[in-house]
């Protein structure tokens, strides 16, 4: 086996650790049927992409709310596996087909898609780059719906803004964001705030049972105490300031 690197280790680890969670970002099939809401027009011949789909938990949603075929992209090769695995558990799989790849180099064909999802992953290849490079495969009329991190007000406590701003650089309020949005080439069709029981319900508590998990798995460890003690961290910072900020939907229109 090849020697591993520190990146290597944490990208495994991380893997690993997400693989055995239903949803690796705050979101709920409530909030993913509410942005498909926005989203007229359904057909039987729909082609959906969901870019950075972790283990598929709103891609199963999605689903079975619209009729179509969904092609759901993630890095990690686990959670295309897990997904690919649920999709022939729910009888799914002639609709529904995980690839491992890359959100900043798409393996598809320019204007192949009807509807361009993203819950909590655009922030990886950054916003307005994200919209910017997704556009393409776009048909036009076709829509596309991210969730994004985003601030609620205009100024903040020092603490909550040097975390963000060390997670998602670009991070910035939602006016700004639907002006990005319209910049980047898209009619803003609706941009709802996704509710707390979407951080606490689906996000933070399944981790808790997780994390201890974890830790017994890998006890000693100090790269994985770190790891889980940043999550933790993640988590606190939310009950203290959950009023400055949030993921949001933003849903779009390509004319
Ligand atoms: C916060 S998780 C969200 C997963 C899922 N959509 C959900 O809401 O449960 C972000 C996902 O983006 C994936 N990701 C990060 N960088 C990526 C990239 N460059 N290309 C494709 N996927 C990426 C991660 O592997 C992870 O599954």
Not at 77 to 88: E, F
Not at 103 to 128: C, K
Not at 192 to 213: G, S, V
């Amino acid at each position: 086996m090849e020697e591993m690197t520190t990146k290597d280790f944490d990208f495994a680890l991380i893997n690993e650790y997400f693989v055995g969670l239903e949803r690796q970002g705050p979101g709920s099939p409530e909030a993913t049927t509410k942005a498909l809401s926005f989203i007229g027009n359904f057909s039987d011949e729909l082609k959906i992409a969901d870019l950075g789909c972790g283990t598929g938990g709103q891609t199963m949603v999605l689903a079975q709310n619209i009729k179509g075929t969904i092609t759901a992209l993630d890095l990690f090769p686990g959670s295309i596996d897990k997904l690919n695995a649920t999709a022939g558990k729910l009888g799914l799989r002639n609709r529904v087909k995980g690839v491992v790849g890359a959100m900043n180099s798409l393996p598809f064909q320019n204007e192949e898609f009807d509807l361009i999802w993203s819950e909590g992953a655009i922030a990886n290849i950054g916003f307005e780059k994200g919209l910017n490079y997704w556009r393409r495969f776009l048909k036009r009329g076709g829509y596309i719906a991210v969730t994004y991190e985003s601030w609620f007000t205009e100024e903040r406590p020092a603490e909550i803004e040097k975390f963000w701003v060390d997670a998602v650089p670009e991070i910035d309020t939602i006016g700004h964001d639907i002006s990005i949005m319209q910049k980047t080439g898209y009619v803003p069709v609706a941009a709802f705030t996704l509710p707390e029981n979407c951080w606490i319900d689906t996000y933070f508590i399944p981790q808790k049972a997780r994390q201890e998990e974890f830790l017994e798995k890998h006890a000693g460890n100090k790269t994985v105490e770190a790891f889980i003690a940043n999550l933790r961290h993640e988590a606190d910072l939310y009950s203290k300031y959950k009023q400055y900020y949030g993921y949001v939907f933003y849903i779009g229109k390509k004319l």
